[in-house]
Every structure is written in C-alpha cells, then in structure tokens.
C-alpha cells in the first residue's frame, strides 16, 4: 500500500467518523458549549482514532488494534456511565455509535473502503430515522409485526428448499419464482401500508397517497374519492393524494420489470417514466400550497381494503392470482399464439397490474420482447382507466373528470414515448 493509498484510507475512516458526528452534533445542536455530549469533532476523531490504530495494526499485527477499541469502549462507557448520573437518561445510542465509528475507521484502513463507506452512510442513515422509526413502531400492531415475522421466517426457511422449475399445466408453475414474486410484491405493500398509518396524519394527502401507492393504487384512489364524496368542496388535496398513488404505480411497474425481466426494461422504462412524471406533476399542481396547515385534508387514508399485505390470506391470495396468470398466459399463448397475451393483460390489469407484469416478465424469448413490453403497457393503462372509472362514480364529476384528464395526458405522454422511442 503506498502512500496515497494510505492518506485516502485515514480520509475516509476520518470521514465516515464526521457524517456520523453531524447526525449527532445536529441533535444536540441546542445546546451551550460544554455541555453537548459527543458531536460533530468527537466522532470525527474517533473514526480518525480507528483509522490510526487501523495503520499501526497493519504494521505490527492486530493486538494494538484490539487494545485500542478496549480503551476507547472504556472512555465511551464511562462517559455515558457519568452522563446516566447526572442526568437520568438511559439511551445507549451515542455509545454503540463510537464503537461502531472506531470499527468502521479501523476497517477502511484494513479493508474494503467501499464497504466501510456504505456502512458508514447506513448508520447514519440509521441513527437520522429515529423519529420515524419510532412512529412506525407506535403505529404498528402485534397483529402486523406478528404476521411480517412469520411469513419471512416462512420465506427464508421455505424459499431455499422449493423446486426451481415447471409443475402443473404447460410446466408454468415454478414454485420458487412465484413465492420469490408474491413476498417481493408484499415487502413493497408492507413499506407503503406501514408509512400511510405512520404519516398519514401528519403529511396529507400528498404522502398518504404516495404511501398507499404501494400497497394499492386502486383502494387509495377510491378511499380518496369517498372522502370527496362527503366533502365535495375539497376535492384538491384527495385529487392531489390519489394521483400521487398513480405516480406510485408506474414506478412499481418500473421497479418489478427491473427486478424480475431486467430485459424488458430498456423497451418500458421510458413511457412508463413519461406517464409517471405527468401524474407527478399534475399531483403537485393540485396540492394547494398551506391547505395542511390549515388542516384540511389531513386525515390519513384510512379504508378497509387497505389490508396489511403480509397477512398470510393477502399473501396466499396474491401468490393463486399470480400462479393462475401463469397458466391462463401460458395456455393463450399455446393455443392463440403470445400475441393473445396482450388481451389477457387488458383483462387483468382492470383489478392488478403487478400479477399481469411478473407474468409478462417470464417471456423471455427474444421475438417475444414487443409482446410482452405491449402487454405491460396495456395492464398499466387498463389499471389507470379503472381507477378513472372509481374516482367518478365514487367522488363525483368534478373529482373524476380532472382525475380522468390527467390519466388521459399520462397514458398519451406514455404513448408518444413508446412510439418514437427506438
């Protein structure tokens, strides 16, 4: 390791040591002098501290390295002991985040620095969502976390031993994809469900909708369209929230096609996109600037087919709706030829887009790309025009109709991209 290599590696462990020193210092930014407990300098030389003790260890061995954490875990921990007397407080944070800074120091200096970097930024990514992660566990149920427990306990301990090929009618059943597909589409609902009881109430309509956007496009759409329904004359902010849900959905399409037919993505990526930035637009448009603070429209989205995605029905019910999209898509494409697919995709979409889109994404033969990109297209469109359909007859004309103009623009913004794209 020559000298540069050194310098860059004490730059870093010093580095990674400051971000996690603003994150703390920010906290206890009003404080007097004196009396701040450890901030922005001290984690900064902690992580060079590690760093050092890093270098030394390289040259020596790895006994002053060990020594080294022994005393500065000594210095923490008698601090936070002192701090315990005088002030009664019993958090342990800033003492687990020294250690860690110290460790992160020593190993960017003896390890990869690209790992010490991410964790370094993880852990002050982790230390800044205290207020939110605090909210989600108040909000949170022993009901919900129960059933997020077992279904990943069920997922890592069955996922490993289900067969990876074909059962069933036209060998279209592949037991390993399609739980792999129903858990990956539950994570993502379960993000979203878990921030709509989160910060529903305190953000609007706006976050409640890009929230409930996850778990369901459809159910936010119409949970909104009913509060315009016994509210006509603010229908700005739930118009705002639901076209945020539609923003939500493109982007899901876009995320599921990367994830599980990264091939189709160059084909879809670009309208998809295009009809996203539209409905974005369209929904900041409407998100009347200071309506929240007066506190209209701020109740979360709060509607019974907003279930938790990892009850075990919901999951089930997904994963036989995904499996007999398989067989339905299969079938068509034997009998009819894969062109059929696109009409099954019109048909499906009508209720769920991300069933129709996994499915698509196993054609995988290269003659078939157009078809499956087109089928996609299509789902995401009959989607949008459903959820047009729900928003009229569930919060009136004037609600409808603007979220019917902006669905139009978005599906022919989409369309002009698909068409001159290459």
């Known amino acids: 390791m020559d000298d540069s290599d050194t310098f860059i590696r004490l730059g870093l462990a010093l580095a990674i040591g400051f971000l996690i020193g603003v994150e703390r210092g920010w906290r206890e930014r009003g404080e007097a002098d004196g009396e701040r407990a450890a901030g922005l300098r001290t984690f900064a030389l902690i992580g060079l501290f590690g760093g050092i003790w890093g270098l030394l260890a390289r040259e020596i061995g790895p006994a002053p390295l060990g020594l080294a954490f022994l005393a500065i875990a000594g210095a923490l921990t008698l601090f936070r002991w002192r701090e315990t007397q005088a002030e009664g407080s019993h958090g342990m ?25 991410a964790a370094g930024v993880a852990t ?11 909210a989600w566990l108040r909000v949170l149920t022993w009901q919900e976390l129960r059933a997020a427990l077992i279904l990943l306990a069920m997922t890592f301990v069955a996922l490993p ?79 705002s929230g639901a076209l945020a849900a539609s923003t939500i959905m493109f982007v899901r399409v876009v995320v599921v096609v990367a994830l599980f037919g990264p091939t189709l993505l160059g084909r879809l990526a670009g309208p998809l996109a295009a009809a996203a930035l539209v409905c974005a637009v369209a929904s900041l448009v409407f998100n009347k600037p200071g309506s929240e603070a007066k506190g209209e429209g701020v109740e979360p989205v709060d509607d019974p087919r907003l279930q938790n995605p990892f009850e075990l029905r919901q999951v089930i019910g997904f994963g036989l709706l995904l499996a007999s999209i398989f067989i339905v898509t299969r079938a068509l494409t034997e009998a009819f030829g894969v062109e059929s697919s696109v009409a099954l995709a019109a048909v499906a979409g009508l209720a769920d887009v991300d ?3 996994l499915s698509m994404t196993k054609l995988t033969g290269t003659d078939t790309y157009a078809t499956a990109t087109l089928a996609i297209l299509v789902a995401a469109a009959a989607n949008s025009l459903s959820k047009s359909a729900l928003a009229l007859f569930a919060g009136g004309r004037t609600f409808g109709m603007a979220y019917l103009a902006v669905t139009l623009a978005a599906l022919a913004a989409g369309g002009l991209v698909a068409m001159v794209q290459p």
Not at 184 to 210: E, M, P, Q, T, W
Not at 225 to 239: F, N, T
């Open 124 to 134: 002050a990514a982790l230390l800044a969502a205290k207020e939110w992660l605090h």
């Open 93 to 117: 944070t800033t003492l687990v985040a020294g250690l860690i800074t110290v460790s992160l120091g020593a190993y960017a200096v003896l390890g990869n620095m690209a790992v010490a970097a």
């Open 161 to 239: 031993v289900l067969p990876n090929r074909g059962f069933g009618p036209y060998d279209a059943l592949n037991p390993y994809e399609i739980w792999l597909m129903t858990v990956a589409v539950a994570g993502v609902s379960f993000i979203g469900y878990v921030a709509v009881k989160a910060a529903g109430k305190r953000y609007g309509s706006l976050i409640a909708g890009l929230a409930g956007g996850l778990v369901s496009s459809t159910a936010t759409t119409l949970a909104l369209a009913r509060r315009v329904r016994a509210e006509p004359a603010g229908w700005r902010l739930p118009l």
């Open 355 to 357: 069933a129709i889109t």
